[in-house]
Structures are given as structure tokens and as C-alpha cells.
């Protein structure tokens, strides 16, 4: 158990619907990461927030959002939604800062279907 | 250019035996960190092993070793003794020095390796 969690643990909707993912990272980091994992493109980095505030970005599409709320929990956005945003979405923590050497834990993934 | 390639798609090896899996990192930072993660088939993603730049010593962890040569950019992970546990999804990952520069310390992510050990 890597201290992350994430739900819900699988999500089954329509194309143009909401959905919101939900993360808590580990105690004590401040660092959420959002990355997407799909058959076509491999893991990609979405967005990364760092004790509330947006730290870098990836490739994230517009249709996507997300935000860190001051209890330190992450939530990914994503409206309008088309098949291809059928994936598994992983939630990662990390204390953050400059270290290079700071692991990220992982959490079990919310995996999306579009229908 | 990608930022990390792993070269494998799929890799058997034998119970028992060490296995070497590549991957090739394209950086112009001088500080950056290498990552291993495991993906069994349930999912979940597991860190294995790190290796930074500037480390002098490759990199140890059980079973797990990290073969670090700086000027051929690789990276490759050896695992010895493979155990039928071990069969999964290996990612190769890298983290940059950019967070001194205002940018964030994601990991970027190699296409991966499947490695499936037999009897």
C-alpha cells in the first residue's frame, strides 16, 4: 500500500459527460501528480501541484482541470468526454522540492471507460 | 527526440536466471534522476530503484541493480535471480533538475518492457 488514494477505482461513462477523479496523497507531501495511461500513448505526465498551487504542466488537454484544495487532496476534471479519454488515470505523491532523488508513490489508478 | 527509450518490448527469461532490461535517456541537464518502476498485471505501479547523475556507485536494491553509464546515457536495469513474481511491466523513468528553475520534478516515462519469466 503505497498511502495514495484514489477514487473511484473504475468509472464507466457516456461520451460528453463529467467525471471527477479524486486523490489524497500521502501524509505529509505536498506534491500531487496526475498521470494518464493508455494503450496509444504510454504513461504521460497531465499536471503536477505542489501545496496548492498548479507547478508544471504536461500534456494535458483543455477539456481537462484539475486543482489541489488546501487539505492537500487533488481532483482531475474531465468534460466533454470522447472515447480516446478511456485510460487508466494514476494519482502520485511526492514531498516535492528540489531533490531529485524524492520518490513518487503511485496510487492504485481510477480506470475510465467512455462509452 | 524522445526523452527515454526502452528498446524492448517484451523480454523471457528463464527462473532463475538474471535478466538485463535497456533504456536510453536523452537530457541536456547535468542533474536529473533515473527511476525504475514495476507494473504487474493488476495495475498498481511499484518503485524498484534509483539512480541520480551524480551518483559515483550504480545503484543496488536486493535483487534489483542499476548498470549506470553516464556517457552512453543508459540505464539499464538487472535483475537476478528472476522469480515468477517478477513477471510484469517494467518502466524506465526520468526526473530533470528543473524545479531551481521554476518547473516542476514530474518523471517521464519510457514505453516500457514486458518481461515474462518462465519455468
Known amino acids: 500500500d503505497s498511502g495514495v488514494t484514489q477514487t473511484p477505482k473504475h468509472l464507466i461513462t457516456a461520451t460528453g459527460q463529467r467525471v471527477t477523479l479524486r486523490c489524497s496523497p500521502r501524509s505529509g507531501d505536498l506534491s500531487v501528480y496526475w498521470y494518464q495511461q493508455s494503450l496509444d500513448q504510454g504513461l504521460q505526465f497531465l499536471i503536477q501541484?505542489?501545496?496548492?498551487?498548479?507547478?508544471a504542466k504536461g500534456n494535458i488537454l483543455e477539456r481537462f482541470s484539475a486543482q489541489q484544495f488546501p487539505d492537500l487532496h487533488s481532483e482531475l476534471n474531465l468534460s466533454s468526454l470522447e472515447l480516446g479519454d478511456s485510460a487508466l488515470y494514476f494519482c502520485?505523491?511526492?514531498?516535492?522540492?528540489?531533490?531529485?532523488?524524492?520518490?513518487?508513490?503511485f496510487g492504485p489508478g481510477t480506470r475510465l471507460t467512455v462509452l | 527526440a524522445q526523452k527515454i527509450t526502452q528498446t524492448q518490448p517484451g523480454m523471457f527469461v528463464q527462473e532463475k536466471e538474471a535478466v538485463t532490461l535497456d533504456c536510453t535517456y536523452d537530457?541536456?541537464?547535468?542533474?536529473?534522476?533515473l527511476f525504475w518502476y514495476k507494473q504487474p498485471s493488476s495495475g498498481e505501479m511499484i518503485f524498484l530503484i534509483y539512480q541520480g547523475s551524480y551518483d559515483e556507485q550504480n545503484a543496488t536494491e536486493g535483487r534489483y541493480s542499476l548498470n549506470f553509464q553516464k556517457a552512453r546515457k543508459s540505464a539499464n536495469l538487472v535483475i537476478s535471480a528472476s522469480q515468477l513474481g517478477d513477471s510484469a511491466m517494467y518502466f524506465c523513468a526520468m526526473r530533470e533538475g528543473q524545479w531551481l528553475t521554476g518547473g516542476g520534478n514530474e518523471l517521464t516515462f519510457g514505453t516500457g518492457t514486458q518481461l515474462k519469466v518462465e519455468l
Open positions: 501541484y505542489y501545496n496548492g498551487e498548479e507547478r
Open positions: 537530457t541536456s541537464d547535468q542533474s536529473y534522476g
Open positions: 502520485a505523491s511526492s514531498p516535492g522540492g528540489a531533490a531529485l532523488d524524492n520518490e513518487q508513490f
